[in-house]
């Protein structure tokens, strides 16, 4: 059914405050009404409608939540309110005496609220007539990186804000934090492709609040928790300003409390110290503020944090136990990971019998010993990492570890690249668990998702001889399959349908199923289509390589050498032999390649996109966006009040100027 512009425009205006509620409802106030389907079917309604009629969406589009937008670098802003910090203590008598200071300035008469303290990455959220306007974090304190794009993916910030008694135009602060499901889900993905893993949630968030692609930060699942107001406001107090914040739509943490006094706070304190773990997100303390205003004002400012609250940390649990032994595993890339076995020990309410050594450095650096007695700790760390040795029990007999110099599996000697952490198996084609490694990730779900190829299969026909590499497995033949122990006819004509199925497996996800080093799959997604093709990504240079979305140096390089590889030209040509997609589906894509060999230059203000916004079109058509005009350039597209200089050039270059509703047509 064709909507008249009038229809169009009262629908999205429906629509739009109806999924917003229902957001609402499900992330802040998690007391969903309506099912994921039914809300799926509100949001791709009002997904198709916008755009078909871009101009009535609305600044508080619940379509801002799914992402797209590109930021290639962040512009750099000045805060408003200069961004503070707040002391710090681990320790109870300074406690008091902070309190005693709080007593010596303005008397007896005061009560303090304790709240948790986020381990997250502060932003600065800034509203004008009630619609978020701008996201900045902290920066050095006066200067900050301007995310709005990416924290607009953030479901329980609010784009728009409930009720009416809030300033034309305010600040709020908080947190952005990362819970702890999805931390170890993401770093699970990063080991996956050889990255390092991020160490706690709270560098795991700092770093989805960086991607380049807001798409990919609307599926990591960052939230929001706020705690201070700026502007003008009437509030005589913080708790009475929270409570306006979460009236207004902003998630709150209900875990906050008024004390009385100190022994109050303390109890507090206590109660989070057991409690914390039980929490979806890390904490990493206590932060304790004068909840009067005006007493705020009184005791002002230091140069670096208010006189009116403070941040008691938690020590990190620790616990001591034995080292039994340290083993060596050898991941798919060949990286060599140190474990410490433990005599296994209470810690924070789980028992930990392994720790995490990172690298021979590492190592070095603790003097570590079989026999020794350790301590561990678990921080905002979630993985458990040995921090220290207890020197006083060492064993008489015991003497230095030394770093294992061949592979644990294959025997082949180990190689460490200048400037790298991490010891690598450079057996690629004869290492076990590198071949094995590789053929799981291949026919793992998210890549070419071949049931019945689980890793215990893989282990048998890799120990058998049946398999050596991926490409093996499109040779796997039936009667020798038959041969094997646990599989019967049923079990091995289910593999052979599944394997013969994965031949219909889309170019992005053969891209990341083959395992290019730092290639997620978001990725790979990101460079399939903005390359077509593998024959394109092939013969791409850095300088090509670096302009795809999300693809920096290190990606770049990484898949420069890949596909120089000859092993991977190998494996490559038999992949394509056996029948898999290297292109992109060009109907599923219709129009991908329309601004195919044609490069823009964007230079204006438009009025149906965001300069953003032209440029993904431009590179999910196959264009490339260029900042300079050149001889080169084959458009440069030209909005309102840009600069003259870009425009004399073109002109001067015979470059050929159009306009934003020309573009469009151009990819209609
Ligand atoms: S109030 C003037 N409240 O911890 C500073 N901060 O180590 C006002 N943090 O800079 C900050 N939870 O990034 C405040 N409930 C909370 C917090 C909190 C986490 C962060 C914040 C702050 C840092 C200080």
């Known amino acids: 059914m064709t909507l008249t512009p009038e229809q169009a425009e009262k629908r999205i205006l429906q629509l739009t405050e109806e999924i917003n509620h229902h957001n609402f409802l499900y992330y802040t106030q998690t007391q969903p009404v309506i099912s994921d389907y039914e809300f799926d079917k509100l949001l791709e309604e009002l997904i198709h409608i916008e755009k078909e009629f871009p101009q009535f969406a609305q600044p508080d589009s619940p379509t801002q939540r799914v992402g797209g937008q590109i930021t290639k670098e962040f512009e750099t802003v000045e805060h408003t309110y200069p961004m503070m910090s707040l002391s710090n203590t681990y320790s109870e008598p300074e406690l008091r005496e902070f309190d005693e200071r709080i007593k010596k300035a303005i008397g007896e008469n005061y009560e303090y609220v304790c709240e948790l303290k986020f381990d997250g990455v502060a932003i600065g959220l800034t509203y004008k007539d009630g619609i978020l306007n701008r996201a900045v974090t902290r920066g050095d304190g006066v200067r900050g990186d301007n995310v709005t794009a990416n924290v607009k993916t953030i479901r329980t910030i609010p784009l728009k804000l409930k009720g009416k008694n809030y300033p034309q135009e305010f600040e709020i602060r908080g947190e952005i934090i990362l819970d702890k499901k999805s931390f170890e889900r993401i770093n699970a993905e990063r080991i996956d492709i050889g990255e390092t893993p991020f160490a706690n949630p709270r560098n795991s968030a700092a770093g989805t609040l960086k991607l380049q692609d807001s798409s990919i930060v609307s599926r990591r699942k960052l939230d929001c928790y706020l705690y201070a107001l700026y502007g003008n406001f009437e509030f005589s107090s913080h708790q009475e300003a929270l409570q306006h914040a979460a009236s207004w ?127 561990v700790e678990k921080g905002g760390e979630i993985i458990p990492k040995i921090t220290a040795v207890d020197l006083d029990k060492r064993p008489e007999n015991s003497h230095k570890l030394k770093y294992i110099t061949h592979c644990p599996e294959c025997g082949t000697s180990l190689i460490r690249k200048e400037g790298e952490a991490l010891h690598y198996c450079p057996n690629e084609e004869g290492c076990p668990p590198q071949i094995k490694g590789r053929i799981v990730h291949f026919t793992s779900r998210k890549a070419m998702n071949i049931e019945g190829l689980g890793s215990e299969t893989i282990d048998l026909l890799v120990n058998e001889g049946l398999l050596h590499d991926v490409a093996g497995i499109y040779h796997l033949q039936k009667e020798k399959l038959l041969q094997l122990e646990r599989m019967g006819e049923k079990s091995v004509n289910n593999l052979l349908e599944a394997i013969e199925l994965s031949k219909a497996v889309p170019f992005e996800r053969v891209l990341f199923a083959i395992g290019i080093r730092f290639v997620g799959d978001t990725v790979a997604k990101k460079i399939a289509r903005y390359f077509g093709s593998y024959q394109k990504l092939e013969i791409a240079e850095m300088e090509e390589l670096q302009q795809a979305p999300e693809v920096g140096e290190v990606i770049a390089q990484s898949v420069f050498n890949f596909v120089r590889d000859t092993k991977n030209k190998k494996m490559m040509t038999q992949l394509a032999e056996a029948g898999l997609k290297l292109e992109i589906d060009a109907k599923k894509y219709s129009g991908v390649n329309k601004l195919a060999g044609l490069s823009f230059v964007i230079t204006g203000v438009f009025e149906k996109h965001s300069r953003d916004e032209l440029k993904d079109m431009i590179e999910v058509n196959g264009g490339k966006n260029v900042s300079g005009v050149s001889a080169k350039t084959s458009y440069l597209l030209a909005g309102n009040d840009g600069g003259t200089s870009k425009l004399e050039k073109a002109e001067k270059l015979k470059i050929k100027i159009i306009s934003e509703e020309e573009f469009l047509k151009m990819i209609e």
């Open 249 to 375: 739509g902003f998630k709150i943490s209900s875990h906050y409390r008024v004390c009385k006094n100190m022994n109050e706070v303390l109890k507090f304190i206590h109660e989070w110290d057991d409690k914390r773990e039980e929490l979806e997100f890390a904490i990493d303390g206590i932060v304790i503020k004068i909840n009067d205003f005006n007493q705020q004002r009184e005791l002002g400012f230091t140069a670096k944090s208010p006189r009116w609250a403070i941040a008691y940390k938690y020590k990190a649990q620790s616990a001591a136990t034995l080292l039994n032994s340290v083993v060596y595993q050898v991941g798919r890339t060949g990286a060599i990971t140190p474990v410490a076995n433990l005599e296994p020990v209470l810690l924070a309410g789980t028992v930990v019998k392994r720790a995490s050594l990172h690298n021979a450095d590492q190592i070095e650096k603790l003097d570590l010993r079989v026999g020794d007695t350790v301590f």
